[in-house]
């Protein structure tokens, strides 16, 4: 080839780096000669119950029909959202994943001439669609691997047009109380869209996860954005959603793909909706394996951030990467998160107490097989 091809993408796209999931099951069994079936996989924050029966039936009643496009609009799916969460159908935009969501907003909201705000140790597509459009982002430094609202709301100038709050943190597990958020929002001027991350405000206890529906209707420059990826377990399907004004929601949907939630995800996710034991039996084995992983690093010695997501980040030192590894050759999948400024940290998903259990198992003789010391 006589030019670079690499060239020819425009300049924000060109210094990205692809954002990096965890790695698959199938990938590690090929790579190692591993069994599938013996590995054990705490890297992506699913739910490890597997998925609702309702969702299942759901699914696929709707394979019937795949010879026909999905209804562009929704409907029913919005509808199911709309009466749940006490809102209007108009308010909601539907997408392939809270991704998807996140990356419209940028799109309509943001060019080259804007700046976004985000904190340090936040959700990585933050500033990867930032970059993307051309916008500069603004990583504000955090505070005990929290968002520092105060900085944040300082960080905010003429030019910026959004600012990224996820609450819980990916990949922290941090949390800000409702009052932390209303006050934040006070300070912001109107001009700037507040994007209010919520993928994990399911697995909230105390109830705080309804809090943010009463403030659409006090600042309209804020969005919030929600996922059935996490505790309603159709991580496959990828459907999210955004909550917004009316007048944002026709903004967004101007420029996000007609067919962008196919006719099984609607399905399934309509249906889910009306299984609420499943919702509480998930916030039941997050709560459990939140507590089984959290004892079972004190015992090994082990420091780690206390977690209100499905997933809690653990210090491993200076060598986490090596520890990564070392699971790796035991069948068990975590996440690095150099990539978030964070080397000595691994993340672990929060599995069943037999997963849960496998982790720990492998961890200890990991640790041990290396000579790594926890804080004794």
């Not at 026909?68 to 409907?75: A, E, L, S, T």
């Not at 809270?98 to 990585?124: K, M, P």
């Not at 026709?250 to 962008?260: E, G, K, S, T, Y």
């Not at 259990?357 to 492998?362: G, K, P």
């Amino acid at each position: 080839m006589s030019f670079d091809v690499q060239a020819l993408a425009v300049e924000g796209v060109r210094a990205l780096s692809p954002y990096q999931p965890g790695k698959p099951i199938d990938e590690l069994a090929r790579e190692l000669g591993l069994d599938p079936s013996g590995i054990v996989k705490l890297a992506s924050n699913e739910n490890p119950l597997g998925p609702s029966t309702l969702a299942l039936e759901a699914a696929h009643a709707a394979l019937a029909e795949l010879c026909r496009y999905p209804d562009g609009n929704g409907f029913a799916l919005k509808a199911k959202l709309a009466d749940r969460l006490k809102l209007e159908s108009a308010q909601i935009t539907l997408g392939n994943g809270s991704n998807d969501i996140l990356e419209v907003i940028a799109r309509c909201f943001a060019d080259h001439t804007s700046e976004i705000v985000f904190s340090q140790y936040a959700f990585a597509v933050y500033p990867l669609v930032a970059q993307a459009i051309g916008a500069r982002g603004i990583s504000v430094p955090a505070r005990d691997w929290g968002h520092d609202l105060d900085a944040m709301a300082a960080a905010v100038t003429e030019r910026t047009s959004i600012v990224f709050i996820a609450n819980p943190n990916n990949p922290t597990g941090t949390v800000h109380s409702g009052e932390a958020i209303e006050a934040f929002l006070d300070r912001v001027p109107e001009r700037v869209l507040v994007v209010l991350d919520e993928a994990y405000c399911e697995y909230l206890e105390d109830g705080s996860q309804d809090d943010s529906l009463a403030w659409l209707s006090r600042y309209p420059n804020l969005i919030i954005t929600r996922t059935f990826s996490k505790a309603w377990g159709l991580a496959a399907l990828r459907v999210g959603y955004s909550l917004s004004s009316p007048e944002i929601a026709d903004i967004l949907n101007r420029v996000r793909q007609p067919f962008n939630v196919d006719s099984i995800a609607l399905a399934a996710a309509t249906a889910v909706l009306g299984d609420q034991a499943y919702l509480d039996r998930s916030r039941q084995v997050n709560s459990a394996g939140l507590k089984q992983l959290s004892e079972g690093f004190e015992a090994l010695g082990l420091g780690y951030i206390p977690s209100a997501g499905n997933f809690i980040a653990v210090e491993i030192g200076g060598n986490a990467g090596d520890i990564y590894q070392a699971l790796l050759r035991k069948g068990v999948i975590v996440r690095p998160v150099a990539g978030y400024g964070m080397p000595g940290h691994l993340r672990v998903s929060v599995g069943l107490p037999e997963e849960n259990a496998r982790l720990l198992t492998a961890l200890g003789e990991v640790l041990a097989e290396t000579g790594t010391g926890g804080r004794g």
